[in-house]
């Protein structure tokens, strides 16, 4: 089961696309590979409508999707065309989904990615969010049980939270956001406790020898991250 920090498994595969080398055909981009786990299921339904209604938010963070299920090619076709045709659902409607959906009928992809957890289903992915970074690193894994439909402005954020993290040399802490103060890293790369406590920097807080954070501007991050 890949892990934090590994790299990406490889595999080829058949989408709505056409086929894609993954992780190669991405490099140089952040991909969110995500597993769904059946077509024509309404959380699933709602949530390939969200995803594909913030397709541009995330192209413009440099990041695509690419999403999967153990369903067939001509499935995924009819329901993604159905979605486009009929669907409307929360101020969404006529949604056309671009990014590719991996047909995985033999299951090899969910299994290669841990996305099959026989402890929810044998037979079906479960809700798993793979971030891979431009290097095709995996950096953030995230699973949802299947009677539970993911919240996508937290996929949204983590994403930001990682590329600002890797910008600016560091770390985010609880709910972070864009304009929220960041955690500069311990003691050791940045000077003595003692000196971190004393320092007199700019926009630096030390809450304990352990602890500081400083300010990183909202309009700093996003000129940083987002290209429109
Ligand atoms: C759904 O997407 O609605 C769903 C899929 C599989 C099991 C339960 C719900």
């Known amino acids: ?66 999403g999967l299920s153990v ?8 329901w ?5 045709e009929k669907i409307e659902y929360k101020g969404m409607k006529d949604v056309e989904v671009k990014f590719p959906l991996i047909e995985d009928i033999t299951m090899e992809v969910a299994n290669k990615y841990g996305m099959i ?3 929810e289903a ?17 950096r953030t894994i995230i699973y949802y049980p299947l009677s539970l439909g993911r919240n996508f402005d937290e996929l949204y954020r983590v994403l930001i939270a990682l590329q ?15 304009g929220d103060d ?9 000077g003595t406790a003692k000196e971190r406590m004393e320092s007199k920097e700019e926009d630096v807080t030390c809450h304990d020898w352990f602890f500081c954070t400083k300010k990183l501007d909202k309009e700093k991050v996003l000129k940083a991250l987002l290209k429109k």
Request: with cysteine.
């Open 80 to 84: 993604l065309r159905t979605i486009k």
């Open 182 to 190: 960041v955690i500069i890293p311990t003691a050791g790369s940045c």
């Open 1 to 66: 089961m890949p892990r934090i920090g590994d790299s990406a498994p490889e595999f080829k595969a058949v989408t709505t696309q056409g086929e894609i080398n993954f992780p190669a055909d991405y490099k140089g981009s952040w991909v969110i590979l995500f597993s769904h786990p059946a077509d024509f299921t309404p959380v699933c339904t709602s949530e390939f409508m969200t995803f594909a209604s913030m397709e541009q938010q995330f192209a413009e963070a440099n990041c695509k999707l690419v």
């Open 122 to 138: 044998t037979t079906k992915a479960v809700r798993a969010v793979f971030y891979i970074d431009p290097k095709g690193i995996i």
């Open 117 to 119: 957890q026989p402890g």
């Open 164 to 178: 600002a993290a890797d910008e600016f040399s560091v770390a985010m802490p609880a709910d972070w956001r864009p």
């Open 71 to 78: 369903d067939g090619l001509y499935s995924h076709i009819a």
